[in-house]
T-cell receptor, first 111, second 113 residues
Framework: QQQVKQSPQSLIVQKGGISIINCAYE??????FPWYQQFPGKGPALLIA?????SEKKEGRFTISFNKSAKQFSLHIMDSQPGDSATYFC??????????FGPGTSLSVIP | DAMVIQNPRYQVTQFGKPVTLSCSQT?????MYWYQQKSSQAPKLLFH???????NEADTPDNFQSRRPNTSFCFLDIRSPGLGDAAMYLC????????????FGSGTRLTVV
């Protein structure tokens, strides 16, 4: 029940296209859902996060869509750029507990 | 800039030879975490400190220990590294346990020969 599922495992998108990564969870006590971006040889960096009281959050080209009833959330990257090529981890957390990471999605944006 | 700094970036150690990785932070965060990340996998939490309180994950091998002498520094000690311990080790901080995002360091890549 602590697991966060993530798909796809890898994704190839053309420059200018939309990248979509999907995640699902079981634990209804999760109340914070961050996305981390990790470049090779670097630590993960917080990209964007959402709480379950909103259905969507947008920051620049990055949007989180959240469906509380379905226990699913997704990351949309609009106008994808080669510089967005990285591994993306969705995650979930309850208050006073650790972050649970999804298995990651390797995104390649090709020119 | 406030940040999380890990040293060294790359560490090569011999099989069975104790090794220590270090992490320092200028964020004045109360919580410091150590993660192990193997190739193409999600980070796996080993343990964390909330202030001076140490919290070990149930499945963290006894071979891994940690010390936090003060707010700014935290060390990961691997007493007898095996080949399976080769990984990226990530340090992260957060303001509190209920805090939001974690701030990660750039990691230490450990090679065991």
């Amino acid at each position: 029940q602590q697991q966060v599922k993530q798909s796809p495992q890898s994704l190839i998108v053309q420059k200018g296209g939309i990248s979509i990564i999907n995640c699902a969870y079981e634990n209804t006590a999760f109340d914070y859902f961050p996305w981390y971006q990790q470049f090779p040889g670097k630590g993960p960096a917080l990209l964007i996060a959402i709480r379950p009281d909103v259905s969507e959050k947008k920051e620049g080209r990055f949007t989180i869509s959240f469906n509380k009833s379905a226990k699913q959330f997704s990351l949309h990257i609009m106008d994808s750029q080669p510089g967005d090529s990285a591994t993306y981890f969705c995650a979930a957390k309850t208050s006073y507990d650790k972050v649970i990471f999804g298995p990651g999605t390797s995104l390649s944006v090709i020119p | 800039d406030a940040m999380v700094i890990q040293n060294p970036r790359y560490q090569v150690t011999q099989f069975g030879k104790p090794v220590t990785l270090s992490c320092s932070q200028t964020l004045n965060h109360n919580v410091m975490y150590w993660y192990q990340q193997k190739s193409s996998q999600a980070p796996k939490l080993l343990f964390h400190y909330y202030d001076k309180d140490f919290n070990n994950e149930a499945d963290t091998p006894d071979n891994f220990q940690s010390r936090r002498p003060n707010t700014s520094f935290c060390f990961l000690d691997i007493r007898s590294p095996g080949l399976g311990d080769a990984a990226m080790y990530l340090c992260a901080t957060s303001r509190s346990l209920s805090g939001d995002g974690y701030t990660f360091g750039s990691g230490t890549r450990l090679t065991v020969v």
